[in-house]
């Protein structure tokens, strides 16, 4: 059975809450996932296919996602790579607000599948002034941009992608 990895870097669970359902969506199609922190993979020659997320702060991933592409540079250009951010919230949230431009370098060199811009959420107990602000000047309904039906439409087209190569 093919295997999946899925990693990811996040601050305040948002991220990580994607990458799970990212890891749950590529299961019910059929193929095995880990969900794991990028800190805690010390390995990626285990896996079929990786997808690698993390939350976008000021364009720049988390360092744990950075280090895990870096780290595993030679491994993850020999396997299917697919990257994806998670950022932007607001009235007007701007995906390229969260396009980190080396990390997507990096993964282009890498050989990535796709990249994929995925809304963020703000956190529920926001910490210092910077956080507090931005969730008392942005309304209830744009604090909370992820969706999730995109993004296991996407996690699906990752899992079809693995079936295809381990048939060939």
Do not use: N
């Not at 805690?40 to 296919?49: F, K, L, Q």
């Not at 280090?67 to 950022?87: A, K, T």
């Amino acid at each position: 059975m093919s295997r999946v990895l899925v990693a990811y870097g996040s601050k305040h669970g948002a991220t990580a809450e994607i990458a799970q359902a990212i890891a749950q969506e590529i299961g019910r199609q059929g193929i095995e996932a880990d969900c794991l922190p990028a800190d805690e993979v010390h390995d990626v020659a285990p896996y079929d296919g990786v997808v690698v997320g993390s939350a976008v702060y000021m364009k720049r991933w988390r360092r744990p996602a950075q280090q895990l592409l870096r780290r595993h540079q030679h491994e993850l250009s020999e396997r299917p790579l697919w990257i994806f951010s998670s950022g932007p919230v607001g009235e007007d949230a701007d995906p390229s607000w969260s396009e980190p431009g080396k990390v997507v370098d990096l993964a282009e060199k890498l050989g990535v599948r796709d990249h994929v811009v995925f809304g963020g959420k703000l956190p529920d107990e926001p910490e210092g002034l910077m956080q507090k602000a931005m969730v008392k000047d942005i309304p209830e309904e744009f604090r909370d941009l992820r969706d999730f039906d995109q993004i296991r439409s996407w996690a699906a087209g990752i899992a079809e992608a693995v079936r295809v190569k381990a048939q060939t």
